[in-house]
């Protein structure tokens, strides 16, 4: 997977415990000893990273080693976050009685469906930004596979929403322009923000969209569910046109591995191996033998990311 | 003759007001279509735009012969 670095952002997707954040970590290790700034994100609600470095990481850009900062989002705590500021905005604008109530109403939409969820997108999309600024490269380690086709699909959602939203607005504004000859108002707030929202959100698609700034692997087991959820996921991805170009084969059994038992698994073991070539021939395919012991610390890092490059 | 004009003219900027009024009410009803049980995929991203509706909902209820707010989630008054 050389040729990931020289993108700007990598996604690992994939079922859960087939080692998505043994891969990116691997991954991002080995980025990091190439010389690029980078940040690993986990996105995963489960946050492991702490485990496998073993290290303390938090919401913000922690640096594990030289060139490697890690950072694990908290979608609760993003989503309290924007509801501080969103109440903040509110009181200046509000007398203090309103506020009051206003507060117990935000409160009550914070807690809707899907808050969580948009909070996690918000955060993934600021970060992306930072590829402009701050790092060489971004790899994200995210959660499950389904969250993570409808975060890609929200920005799609979101623009079309924003747009119909912004052409409503400057309808108002031209009407009162040209048949009420009023001069247009120097700002309309609503259309500041709403503006500001598709820009972020065009921008981060852009990225994302672009085969040349970003990649997305998927990580699987030969075994039967994650193939088949595999399976399920790429059509998908592909209907949004996200750049997917390499599937990791984890936790393969060695070949010096022997014994009857691990024999019998083996020859099923062939069988999925098969099923994953020809299926997904037209992706490349990595594959990482099954170690001896739990990934934990960077020796084991390592020795996962000599079977990613 | 020319208080003809200015009287049409008159009548012109009110029809011109009440389809911009409209046109705004339609958009508040947008932004708080979740409340009004009509999905809204982004009703999260539009907690932002309250600051900037919070003072024309008001205006709007008010001016629908409502003395308090209607909707049990947005109480103004």
Aim: charged share 30%; hydrophobic share 40%.
């Amino acid at each position: 997977m050389k040729h990931y670095l020289q993108r700007k952002v990598v996604f690992f997707g994939g079922k859960g415990g087939v080692g998505k954040t043994t891969t990116s970590s691997a991954f991002a290790l080995r980025a990091a000893d190439h010389g690029k700034k980078t940040l690993l994100v986990s996105t995963d609600p489960a946050h492991n990273l702490r485990d496998i470095f073993e290290r303390q990481v938090g919401q913000e850009p922690t640096q594990l080693r030289e060139n490697l900062w890690a950072l694990e989002i908290d979608p609760h705590h993003e989503s309290h976050r924007y509801i501080a500021s969103v109440k903040e905005n509110l009181r200046k604008v509000v007398s203090v009685q309103m506020m009051n109530e206003i507060e117990r109403q935000i409160d009550i939409a914070h807690v809707s469906p899907g808050a969580d969820e948009s909070a996690l997108f918000d955060r993934i999309v600021e970060i992306i930004q930072w590829i402009e600024t701050d790092f060489d490269l971004i790899v994200f380690d995210t959660a499950p596979t389904g969250h993570t086709l409808r975060l890609l699909s929200l920005p799609e959602l979101m623009g079309a929403w924003v747009d119909s939203m912004l052409s409503r607005r400057q309808k108002v504004m031209s009407m009162r322009e040209t048949w009420l000859e009023e001069a247009a108002p120097a700002e309309d707030p609503i259309y500041e923000i709403l503006t500001a929202r598709k820009l972020k959100f065009a921008r981060a698609r852009e990225v994302i969209l672009n085969a040349k700034l970003t990649a997305f692997s998927f990580v699987l087991t030969p075994e039967r569910l994650p193939i088949a959820e595999t399976t399920r996921a790429l059509p998908v991805l592909q209907k949004y046109q996200v750049p997917v170009d390499t599937l990791v084969v984890n936790r393969v059994i060695p070949d010096e591995a022997d014994g009857e038992f691990i024999r019998r698994r083996r020859e099923q073991e062939r069988k999925y191996l098969t099923e994953i070539e020809q299926q997904f021939s037209r992706y490349r395919i990595v594959r990482i033998p099954m170690l001896e012991q739990d990934v934990a610390g960077l020796e084991a890092l390592d020795t996962i990311a000599g079977h990613l490059f | 003759m020319q208080g003809y004009e200015e009287l049409f003219y008159v009548r012109y900027r009110r029809e011109i007001r009440r389809e911009i009024r409209n046109e705004e009410d339609l958009f508040l009803l947008l932004c708080f279509s979740e409340m009004l049980g009509l999905p809204n995929p982004v009703s999260y991203y539009t907690l932002e735009l309250y600051p900037a509706i919070y003072e024309r909902f008001h205006e709007w209820h008010t001016r629908m012969g409502m003395e308090r707010s209607p909707l049990d989630d947005i109480r103004c008054c």
